[in-house]
T-cell receptor, first 115, second 112 residues
Framework: AQSVAQPEDQVNVAEGNPLTVKCTYS??????LFWYVQYPNRGLQFLLK??????LVKGSYGFEAEFNKSQTSFHLKKPSALVSDSALYFCAVRDGWTGTYKYIFGTGTRLKVLA | EAQVTQNPRYLITVTGKKLTVTCSQNMNHEYMSWYRQDPGLGLRQIYY???????DKGDVPEGYKVSRKEKRNFPLILESPSPNQTSLYFCASRGEGPGELFFGEGSRLTVL
């Protein structure tokens, strides 16, 4: 069965410092992996995705994520955090092998960037 | 502008009063789906539709119905709402291939 884990409910980081938001997954086939960001009273906005190819994926707003197959992880990173990055972040996975159309989302990690 | 539009954005209703949350997308997407977001539980899929001919249950379909009579619209129907359906609801669509979902702005529903 597919699953996604975001082990941290909240991550606090000082502005200008690097940030990491963790995500691990479980699928039976090849994973399609996604990160989304949600600002207050807004829908989810797509940040980046891994489908195939280079393990380091670059996305919107300076975010990047590294696909690690052996550790089944897809951590979101940014070299220098901004206060405006404070939001709720969701990791999602879809099983590419079975052709399922189901996307499984993690429980979300609240990122707080302190000025 | 490419978008997924949901209405209403906010709704307070009472137990048992039928309601419909509309969802429309202007991207000619085949795939559409509904999610509910609850604190500590993330997003859970209610129903999805691969195209106008195929609709299937997600993880939490109980108490909900959907309809896909045309490609652009995918309404969510609560025939007899109950307080445990108080939640934030999102509609999403996706184009061809294994790509990302495009989300609406959400509909916050309160059932008293």
């Amino acid at each position: 069965a597919q699953s996604v884990a975001q082990p941290e409910d909240q991550v606090n980081v000082a502005e200008g410092n690097p940030l990491t938001v963790k995500c691990t997954y479980s699928v039976s086939g090849n994973p399609y992996l996604f990160w989304y960001v949600q600002y207050p009273n807004r829908g989810l906005q797509f940040l980046l995705k891994y489908i195939t190819g280079d393990n380091l994926v670059k996305g919107s707003y300076g975010f990047e994520a590294e696909f690690n197959k052996s550790q089944t992880s897809f951590h979101l990173k940014k070299p220098s955090a901004l206060v405006s990055d404070s939001a709720l972040y969701f990791c999602a996975v879809r099983d590419g092998w079975t052709g399922t159309y189901k996307y499984i989302f993690g429980t979300g990690t609240r990122l707080k960037v302190l000025a | 502008e490419a978008q997924v539009t949901q209405n209403p954005r906010y709704l307070i209703t009472v137990t048992g009063k039928k309601l419909t949350v509309t969802c429309s997308q202007n991207m000619n997407h085949e795939y559409m789906s509904w999610y509910r977001q609850d604190p500590g539980l993330g997003l859970r899929q209610i129903y999805y539709s691969m195209n106008v001919e195929v609709t299937d249950k997600g993880d939490v379909p109980e108490g909900y119905k959907v309809s896909r009579k045309e490609k652009r619209n995918f309404p969510l129907i609560l025939e007899s709402p109950s307080p445990n359906q108080t939640s934030l609801y999102f509609c999403a669509s996706r184009g061809e291939g294994p790509g990302e979902l495009f989300f609406g702005e959400g509909s916050r529903l309160t059932v008293l």
